[in-house]
């Protein structure tokens, strides 16, 4: 059975910095490109950032120069530190994995097979 484990989540004010982390096991290929998704209040559920195995890294221009997706391989452990948070950026960010492709980064719910139960960040202005 396959777990994805977020944690790091919580209340910050604007201008403030989290680290979230999900700790993956079971039977999956966690070499596969793994994401972080985000979903705000009454808004749709939105690619955060996604990396593939050797690092790459492809970013929404949302966030871009405030997050950034980072993986530890050999921890099965995937990590998006948050900077300069934005009040906007308050959601229930979740990771995901398993894109079936080492190298393909997508931005696209559809194509990942494993969810976490997703962490709260809050931003207060």
């Known amino acids: 059975q396959v777990q994805l484990v977020e944690s790091g989540g919580g209340s910050v004010q604007a201008g403030g910095s989290l680290r979230l982390s999900c700790a993956a096991s079971?039977?999956?290929?966690?070499?596969?490109?793994m994401a972080w998704f985000r979903q705000g209040p009454g808004k749709e559920r939105e690619g955060v950032a996604t990396?593939?195995?050797?690092?790459?890294?492809s970013t929404a221009d949302s966030v871009k120069g405030r997050f950034t997706i980072s993986r530890d391989n050999a921890k099965n452990t995937l990590y998006l530190q948050l900077n300069s948070l934005k009040p906007e950026d308050t959601a229930v960010y979740y990771c995901?994995?398993?894109?079936?492709?080492?190298?393909?980064?997508?931005?696209?719910?559809?194509?990942?097979?494993?969810w976490g139960q997703g962490t709260q960040v809050t931003v207060s202005s």
């Open positions: 995901a994995a398993d894109s079936g492709s080492f190298w393909r980064l997508s931005l696209s719910a559809d194509d990942y097979k494993y």
């Open positions: 079971g039977y999956m290929d966690s070499r596969h490109s």
């Open positions: 990396i593939n195995l050797v690092g790459v890294t």
